[in-house]
């Protein structure tokens, strides 16, 4: 908005809105939450102050539902990252190496952030290899209108990740005191490792996307001042 207009909100942050609504729905289909009203991108922003919204209810007495909470309020990040992941796949046909990666982890089940982020890199940088230059820029492009709006959580989001914490930590602690009585940890800690990485693997990769927007909205809001 500062750099580009009030405008640019829906022109070039329109489709990181929808994906962010797509992903709250999805999610709370999933967790079997009664979905009531769906605003995937809301062009007369102006009078409510919202550029989408997804609202839902949810039973207090039904823990599975409870438990949705958490990443009903998480998916926009899981959803923009699964987006621009397919993007590298199909618009610059990258073939994504995380052998070394799962291998590390089926080894000796440790997380190393510098070792992901390497991941991340050699990912972009064999994708840009072997891509041609207007798929690169469609790629740049896409993301941008993804990245720039699509993982802003609000404080809403935050609130309802916040009601799904306790009954994570609850139901975690239940399942893990289950699981070392029936001495399945490994599987579990195994299990638990991966879900980490990935996420982690997802954050890194949000970040770059991230920083590569905030750089090119600055510098287009610089040109449009010039």
């Given at each position: 908005m500062n750099n580009l207009g009030n405008s640019s909100q829906l022109v070039v942050g329109g489709l990181g809105v929808i994906i962010h609504e797509l992903g709250h729905a999805i999610f709370a289909y999933l967790f079997g939450h009664k979905v009531t009203n769906v605003q995937l991108l809301n062009l007369n922003y102006r009078q409510s102050g919202a550029l989408g919204s997804v609202d839902h209810r949810w039973n207090d007495r039904n823990v599975y539902q409870m438990l949705g909470n958490f990443f009903i309020g998480l998916a926009p990040y899981y959803m923009c990252s699964i987006a621009l992941f397919l993007l590298q796949k199909y618009l610059l046909n990258a073939q994504f190496s995380i052998s070394?990666?799962?291998?590390?982890?089926?080894?000796?089940?440790?997380?190393?952030?510098?070792?992901?982020?390497?991941?991340?890199?050699?990912?972009?940088?064999?994708?840009?290899?072997?891509?041609?230059?207007?798929?690169?820029?469609?790629?740049?492009?896409?993301?941008?209108?993804?990245?720039s709006t699509g993982y802003d959580l609000s404080s809403n989001d935050l609130m309802t990740v916040n009601k799904g914490i306790l009954p994570w930590v609850v139901t975690l602690l239940i399942l893990g005191s289950i699981f070392y009585v029936l001495n399945v940890r490994t599987a579990v800690?195994?299990?638990?490792?991966?879900?980490?990485?990935?996420?982690?693997?997802?954050?890194f990769h949000a970040i770059i996307s991230i920083v590569l927007s905030m750089g090119v909205i600055k510098i287009l809001g610089l040109v449009n001042v010039l």
């Open positions: 070394s990666l799962t291998q590390s982890l089926n080894i000796n089940t440790t997380l190393s952030a510098s070792m992901i982020f390497d991941s991340v890199l050699d990912n972009l940088k064999a994708s840009f290899a072997n891509a041609s230059l207007g798929m690169i820029a469609l790629y740049i492009v896409l993301t941008i209108m993804i990245a800690i195994s299990g638990s490792v991966y879900f980490i990485a990935f996420s982690v693997l997802f954050m």
